[in-house]
């Protein structure tokens, strides 16, 4: 790990105990560039603001993590009154629920907010959103994306989508709206459940393009302040095969903050990938290198050409969730036509990543990265 991102756990561990921060060995300015890259920013300033104090940059940055806190919840308000209207439960979760529980809860950023509500709900519930001020961006797959006030809302039907390592962890959360406790129509998960939930979305993160180190603090602070157990986490996630990666990070988690599973060694590896890459894995990242650990889990042996055509033409089954191909859910032979739009799609909004992702995908460097990637997930349960 590099010195900024060494210090900024140390900065996350002196935020968990209500302790001040003193910077060393790095620049500020370097280690502020580094929170941000891991939506950090206001954990960072609040370790540090004695020593920071002076700093106008960092303090009215700070200001705008409160701004989006708030409007995060007003957007949520909004929602839930949508929502009640329309007869619909729902249950709040991941930031928008977990703020609370940090020593200052607007230091935890979020870049959109999260519910739950129950699969036959999606249309009425699309209905009310829109009617009360909602755009809805995306409306295909387990997750609809709305936006409100320039902040992205996620309506989920489930908590895990997509496959996390050989668990069995979507089926194991498939019925996660039934864990949660309602006040009228208003639900919130135990937290214990929540815990462990928070655990596997760690695990579909790292499994996806990779996690940062805001997720693993989001345990430390459940840990330090809400009574959860992480033995306890261990022991029903290994129902669904995820308890070794459970200990794998509640390992890494005591050691950068003192709360989790003692007395088991945390992977050097992990830890660096999990540091390296930003909030979601995707900072100063071989894109390619992720994308053929991936294709590697699936098709343990294929060639480079092979990979690049299924970089191309994926399969109907990752087709229906990308949120901008709606019109292929429940439609399996427009899958063609959905390989033509995506392509176009990407030509012209996302050119330079997928030309540096198909560039590099032959390279010798980014074969040897990718299996090194598969092995570190292999060593901590994924």
Sequence with gaps: MTSEQEQLIRACRAFLQNESYEPEGCDITA??????????????????????AENEKLRRAFEDC????????SVCDSAAQAL?????????????????????PQA???GDADILIDAQNRAEAKKALCAAGFTCEHCNGPVWEYTKNGMRFEVHTSLVNGRIGSSSAV???????????????????????????LIAHLAHHICFYGAGIRMVLDLAVMLTYCSVSADEAVKTLSECGLGDFAKAALAICFKWFGVGIDGVSADD???????????????????????QRRDLEENAGS????????????????????????FIEGRPYLTPAAWVYRIFYNLRHRKALLKSAAARMSESGTHEEAQNELEILKRIGL
């Excluded at 995707?282 to 894109?287: A, E, G, I, L, Y």
């Excluded at 055509?309 to 709606?326: E, N, Q």
């Design 31 to 52: 280690l502020a560039a580094e929170a941000a890259r891991h939506n950090l920013f206001g954990v960072l300033y609040c370790a540090a603001q004695e020593s920071c």
């Design 171 to 197: 089926e194991f959360f498939s019925d996660a709206i039934e864990h949660a406790h309602f006040s009228g129509l208003c639900g919130s998960f135990d937290l214990q459940y929540h815990f462990e939930y």
């Design 66 to 73: 409160i701004f989006a806190n708030g409007l995060a919840h």
């Design 269 to 291: 590896e992990a830890c660096e990938l999990i540091a390296g890459h930003g909030a979601f894995g995707m900072s100063n990242r071989n894109v390619a290198a992720a994308l």
């Design 303 to 326: 060639c480079a050409a092979a990979q690049r055509l299924r970089l191309l033409f994926p399969p109907y089954r990752r087709l229906k969730d990308i949120p901008y191909i709606h």
């Design 108 to 110: 935890r950023t979020m």
């Design 84 to 104: 009640e209207g329309a007869g619909i439960r729902f249950v709040t979760f991941k930031g928008a629920a977990l703020d609370r529980y940090y020593p200052v």
